[in-house]
């Protein structure tokens, strides 16, 4: 099956620094990736749509200045959370869209948990 | 924008089928509902989807309403590794196929 991995799976920083996270698809290509947020005990939220070769689209109440993604290869998309602070502490979580697969189904990376002290 | 209603928990005991509905009463003709479940702090994990017939597979069952309104979930013989938030979704159709989650179903499977 189709295998998407994150990295790193946890992370702690700093209030002020910046964050970058890496969503790999490994076995397709992914034309489409996409970037979610959870935080405990709620669903997961959908932040933004990244394409490959283009600039992401993202839902409203996302700060794009806040939350930069590079799409740069059909294979790796990157979410850095840039001057984290704590409430940007929670699970981000990755999927790609296999731009091969007929139902376009969506598959999910393990997650990157982010602690900011 | 979640298009589906879930209830919030279940029950089921081990061995037991398990059966879990979902809402989409505003689904578009064209719309796949799909079923996803997540494990404690681990990324969701694919299920079924389907259109309008039922569809089963190695994991589960999807049953669809004629209407398509409503469907379910089916875990024919539920085991403790079934413990998990199933979540319901509707596949928006344009716009990049974006999955929008709601609060989904903690199911909780008992020895």
């Known amino acids: 099956g189709a295998v998407v991995s994150q990295h790193p799976s946890r992370v702690i920083c700093k209030s002020g620094t910046s964050v970058k996270i890496e969503c790999r698809s490994l076995?397709?290509?992914?034309?489409?990736m996409f970037w979610y947020r959870q935080f405990p005990k709620q669903s997961l939220m959908l932040m933004a749509t990244s394409n490959e070769g283009s600039k992401a689209t993202y839902e409203q109440g996302v700060e794009k200045d806040k939350f930069l993604i590079n799409h740069a290869s059909l294979t790796l998309s990157t979410l850095t959370v840039t001057s984290a602070h704590p409430e940007d502490s929670s699970f981000y979580i990755c999927?790609?869209?296999?731009?091969?697969?007929?139902?376009?189904?969506?598959?999910f990376g393990p997650g990157t948990r982010l602690t900011v002290l | 924008d979640a298009k589906t209603t879930q209830p919030p928990s279940m029950d089921c005991a081990e061995g037991r089928a398990a059966n879990l509905p979902c809402n989409h009463s505003?689904?578009?003709?064209?719309?796949?509902v799909y079923w996803y479940r997540q494990i404690h702090s681990q990324g969701p994990q694919y299920i079924i989807h389907g259109l309008k017939n039922n569809e089963t597979n190695e994991m589960a069952s999807l049953i669809i309403t004629e209407d398509r309104k409503s469907s379910t979930l089916i875990l024919p013989h539920a085991t403790l590794r079934d413990t998990a938030v199933y979540y319901c979704?509707?596949?928006?159709?344009?716009?990049?196929?974006?999955?929008?989650f709601g609060s989904g179903t903690k199911l909780n499977v008992k020895p």
């Open positions: 076995d397709f290509q992914a034309t489409t």
């Open positions: 979704i509707v596949r928006v159709s344009y716009n990049f196929n974006k999955f929008y």
């Open positions: 999927s790609a869209r296999d731009a091969s697969g007929g139902d376009n189904e969506q598959f």
């Open positions: 505003t689904i578009s003709g064209n719309e796949y």
